[in-house]
């Protein structure tokens, strides 16, 4: 069975694929963080950058009239909004890196970015993936 | 004209077992789009090996078109991808054999080959479908679990192409 014999050159690069597989998953699986700053789009330029941290109520006007934002507690959601079908009602809180909430009747995108933990990490505030 | 010689015979033999494997492998539904267990390598790894690179490259290029052909996916987006993988992985298959060989004592044995190929495969299939069709980043958060699929799938092309290989090298030593 000299066919099956495993070589040493075989394991180099099993041992070589499998560390790439955990450098792999460690690189580009990191679990999403906690964000530090909101930004408020209005038919997608920002107007309004706050800092997640400090618990608040605010007004923005689109379109449609005013949409009413509440942050607490790292959070921020659509507490009121004009539009007809309240989807950005419902959709509730984002408190994540990288998360998005959107009113698209009001023309309102609410972006999260940066780490609360570590603001110095390299990339911070990129958005890397978005779904829904 | 002349005619086929031996050689071109057994490649079409081959190509034409591959295409077999590549038709009937397409038929099992998979779970993700660009895992499938390749177990058409199996073929282009056991050509390599009793038959040198040329030959393998052609049988894998012949199963890639004429695959499509059959499943009617030539040009397809499916068929840029699986093309892209076959190139990358004879390519890689190339240098790798023609650097270390194939039975010298350094040089990785039908495993490390396997493992090779289909390492390339999905490196290139992702990388043509990031270039072609999904250019956005959130992509590349794919390639651990695709190549993770790769790595056991090479573990399973690499095991049958040896159980082949040694049957093969039984069947020539045994006198007719």
Redesign the interface.
Known sequence: ?R????????LL??GA??A??LA??AC??RPAAQAATLTVLLDNKPVKEVGLNQNQRFLVSGPLGDSELQIEGGKVRFLHSPCRNQVCVHHGWASHNGELLACLPNRIALVLSGDAESTHEAGHGEI???NF | MTSATLQDRQIAGFAALAVVIHILEASVPSPLPGVKPGLANVITLIVLWRHGWVAAAWVAGLRVLVGSLLLGSFMTPTFMLSASGALASIVVLGLTSWVLGTRRPWSPSVYGYALLAAWAHMAAQLWMAWWLFIPHDGLWRLAPVLLMASTVFAAVTGWAAAKVLTWLAQQQERPC
């Open positions: 069975m066919w099956l014999a495993v070589k040493p050159m075989d690069l099993w694929a499998l790439g597989l792999l998953y580009l699986w890397d993936a978005i």
